[in-house]
């Protein structure tokens, strides 16, 4: 097992990227490589140390012998844990943009917010993040119609617009509430979201599901009722109370099923 | 500066070089016989030499570049590389920025490029992109096949006006030739229709792709362009269309060549493999490249260029906009359309081609079938319609497979392609192998001549010097094998060196240099007069219809620096 902490000692307003600092890529580095390393800041690059303290422990034979402690603030490093396949990463403090994009393996956990993007298109792996997100978790790259399609997100915050947009497979728990537009797209997968809705959940998909347990501010016209469910069990697990099932979105002939709590949702009984 | 390139194995089809050993000499960008002691020697010893590459056929420059860019980010970040010392960033796929375009081209040891489908009023963009291409000189095709000024002029029969018109807007829009696609089709796209086959007249002209046809042909001639009419015929992409491409090419053959030009034809099918389909419908398809191949073998007015499938995730793009709907209504993928006012329409929608399913596997072999089935290698050229059948970049992928029959078996038998390729199509019954002089002349020579030029494509006294060296020993080197395919294809990817107008531009596989791209026109003399008679006639509807004023409409001297003006004398 092998233990890399950085801990940041120097704030850049500009933000860090560390697509290269994944534990496929630095499983065999040792701190003489930590400390030749450049790592991208904009359009140029700077050496790791000076921005981060590097302690090495322990050796690792591959990638999934790793664990990666980011130990502070990350809110101007981009693409943590990007494309990793295994190990661990653990962020104490915020992440910024993209982190846990395109990963296929491993995990992360992020002990704070996280930006926009994070989980974007994941393969596999599972993300954790103990804040809030902001947009765009768990959906396609800009202009790609092929989402997130495994692999497990939770957030034990809120998350912002456009959650699992093009999502086609993979699970995403959000235990607080949730900005517009939540799976949309969304051909396959599993979102359950503990908290409040603003509005338009699961617009255009295809199939999928999706699971409010809070109250939904405005539903989408492309949903029809299937029916008033008690304690239903869905995806393998079960839920308690009564739910209102729909089918949709109508709109793109989609046979997804969008559940919500029947007593928060009373007005639409 | 002067260049001697020494020992290398010479391919020049055009001046029946075939593979000997022998020295190219370069000066002020001109191949010479004869260079001073002072020429810088280029020791190529055993090293592949050719001309470099002409392309009769790709999409590289002009707003559905554009639209495709913004429509598609996602294909963007594939082929993203950092810029360096003499390059800037690289992006792009199937859609690469323009610098990206001009680059690969050049790696690939190309030096001359056609952009095939202009709208003469995006031409102004066309040629702005031109100027942000660099490395390869490009010549522009305008689109004269859905005008309604060309409508007009066929449905009155007035082929003398309508000469001027083409003569007049091909100063306009600074264009080489003529391009036709989907005669009357997209027009009645504009009335949200299509027409199927030759003799469907478009909707309120009541004029037939037939009629349109033969009449830029007879155009064509009467003024005596180096390239002939460039076509691309009704029915694209439809199960059962070869029998159209087949009434196509024989509707032209009674017209008369004009006798000053260089070509043997008259007019270009382009893209071939898209309208080679037999069958009913996707269901029920097979290959239609035999009869059309036959045809080809058998009729000498007629060239091609393949369009072949490539097996990529792709974009497609064309002004066939009723054809890119079927297209959408068949995959759901994201579609954009555009509608280019009195001249055209165009479409635009990613395609996805897998080895995995029928179709694709089914457009893959028709188009090697068309290589392999037509004799003649100066009658067909490789293209993959760039970006549509495939991105150019794969053009060394497709040497391969031309080279090597083992290899086409081996992708047959190891299932990388579907079983349509065996089931519906004669690809597996077919042993023929391009060699080194083949795939010259259908990547050099051929395109070089059937578009009129007369100093690119080959190594003769006085040609341009662009050439491209290849890191390769061709006598010590069996391309047959299927082991060696991927080699082929690394190897014809990075040139060893690439030298425009005498100027090294590629060395190593790398970008040795940017110069800019010229942009290629035909300035044809003698309709002066006629030009300004029509001019005045069509001012009034121009005036009512366009959105635009025509002193906006030209394209000015500006957009097209450094340009060549090819001088075509139309009285001859």
């Not at chain 2, 570049?65 to 690289?90: F, M, Q």
């Not at chain 2, 007049?168 to 027009?187: D, Q, R």
Request: net charge negative; proline share 5%.
């Amino acid at each position: 097992m092998k233990t890399i902490t950085l801990t940041p000692k120097k704030f850049s307003s500009i933000a860090l990227e560390f697509d290269e600092l994944i534990p496929d890529k630095v499983y065999d580095w040792n701190k003489e490589d930590f400390e030749k390393y450049e790592v991208p800041i904009g359009n140029s690059r700077f050496p790791l140390t000076d921005y981060f303290d590097i302690e090495i422990e322990g050796s690792a034979e591959g990638p999934e012998e790793v664990k990666m402690i980011l130990d502070g603030d990350m809110g101007r490093v981009k693409y943590i844990g990007c494309k990793m396949s295994a190990g661990d990463i653990l962020v104490n403090g915020d992440a910024d943009l993209q982190v846990g994009a395109e990963m296929t393996g491993g995990s992360i956990k992020v002990n704070g917010n996280a930006e926009s993007y994070a989980g974007r298109e994941m393969k596999g792996g599972s993300l954790e993040i103990m804040g809030n997100v902001r947009e765009y978790c768990g959906t396609s790259y800009i202009g790609e119609w092929r989402g997130m399609s495994d692999g497990i997100i939770k957030v034990h915050g809120n998350a912002g617009k456009q959650l699992a947009d093009c999502m086609s497979g993979g699970e995403i728990y959000v235990d607080g509430g949730c900005d517009i537009l939540a799976g949309i797209h969304m051909t396959k997968g599993y979102i359950e979201i503990g908290g409040d809705v603003t509005r338009w959940p699961a617009g255009q998909m295809k199939n999928g599901t999706v699971v409010i347990k809070g109250k939904l501010g405005r539903l989408l016209e492309g949903f029809e009722v299937e029916g008033i469910y008690k304690n239903p069990e869905i995806h393998g697990k079960q839920l308690t109370g009564k739910y209102i099932k729909y089918k949709g979105d109508i709109g793109v002939n989609g046979k997804g099923s969008l559940w919500l709590n029947a007593e928060k949702n009373r007005d639409l009984l | 500066m002067e260049y001697i390139l020494k020992n290398g194995i010479v391919y020049d089809p055009t001046n029946k070089v075939n593979g000997d050993k022998k020295d190219v000499m370069i000066k002020d960008g001109k191949i010479v016989d004869e260079v001073s002691s002072d020429a810088k020697v280029i020791d190529v010893t055993d090293k592949l030499v050719m001309a470099a590459g002409v392309d009769v056929h790709s999409h590289i420059a002009g707003p559905k570049l554009c639209v495709g860019r913004l429509y598609r980010p996602e294909d963007e970040r594939r082929g993203v590389k950092p810029k360096t010392a003499t390059t800037r960033a690289e992006t792009g796929f199937s859609i690469p920025s323009c610098p990206t375009t001009g680059y690969r081209y050049s790696r690939m040891g190309y030096g001359t490029v056609t952009e095939a489908a202009v709208p003469p009023l995006e031409a102004k963009h066309t040629h702005e992109e031109i100027m942000a291409i660099p490395n390869i000189d490009i010549s522009p095709l305008t689109l004269f096949g859905n005008n309604w000024f060309v409508l007009q002029y066929v449905k009155e029969g007035n082929l003398d006006d309508l000469a001027a018109f083409v003569s007049s807007w091909l100063k306009i829009t600074k264009g080489y030739g003529i391009k036709c696609v989907n005669p009357c089709g997209s027009e009645a796209w504009g009335w949200g229709m299509n027409v199927h086959g030759i003799d469907d007249p478009a909707p309120y002209w009541d004029v037939t792709g037939r009629q349109v046809m033969r009449a830029l042909v007879q155009v064509n001639e009467m003024l005596g362009l180096p390239h002939s009419m460039h076509v691309h015929t009704n029915d694209l992409g439809h199960p059962g269309n070869y029998e159209t491409t087949l009434k196509t090419m024989d509707c032209v053959k009674d017209i008369k060549k004009n006798p000053s030009v260089s070509r043997d034809q008259i007019m270009h099918c382009t893209h071939l493999q898209f309208h080679a389909y037999g069958g009913t419908s996707w269901r029920d398809a097979n290959s239609g490249a035999e009869p059309i191949a036959d045809y080809i073998n058998k009729h000498d007015h007629i060239t091609c260029d393949v369009g072949q499938v490539t097996l990529d995730e792709t974009t497609t793009m064309t002004a066939d906009a009723p054809m890119e709907y079927d297209l959408y209504k068949l995959s759901g993928l994201k579609w954009a359309n555009k509608d280019i006012e009195l001249e055209t329409a165009s479409g635009l929608i990613p395609c996805i081609y897998s080895g995995k399913a029928p179709v694709s596997t089914l457009q893959w072999a028709i188009g090697l079938e068309l290589f392999l089935l037509i004799k003649d290698p100066w009658k067909v050229v490789l293209t993959t319609d760039s970006p549509n059948a495939g991105p150019f970049l794969r053009y060394p992928r497709i040497i391969s497979w031309l080279m090597s029959s083992d290899r086409r078996t081996e992708m047959m038998e190891n299932k990388e392609v579907h079983k349509w390729a065996t089931k519906r199509t004669s690809l597996g019954t077919l042993d023929r192998v391009y060699d080194w002089n083949d795939i010259a002349t259908v990547t050099r020579s051929a395109p070089a001549k059937i578009l009129g030029f007369k100093e690119r494509g080959h190594l003769g006294v006085g040609a341009n010097a662009d050439v491209a060296v290849y890191d390769l020993e061709p006598e010590k080197f069996d391309p047959t094998k299927a082991a060696n395919a991927p080699v082929v294809e690394d190897v014809l990817s990075r040139a060893l060196y690439t030298i425009k107008d005498g100027q090294i531009v590629v060395k190593d596989g790398k970008i040795a240099k940017v110069v800019p791209s010229r942009h290629l026109w035909s300035n044809v003399q003698g309709f002066e007069k006629q030009e300004k008679k029509v001019l005045n006639d069509i001012m009034p509807m121009f005036n009512k219809y366009y959105t635009i004023k025509f002193e906006n409409y030209k394209v000015h001297d500006h957009y097209i620096e450094p340009s060549i003006e090819y001088k075509v004398n139309a009285s001859k």
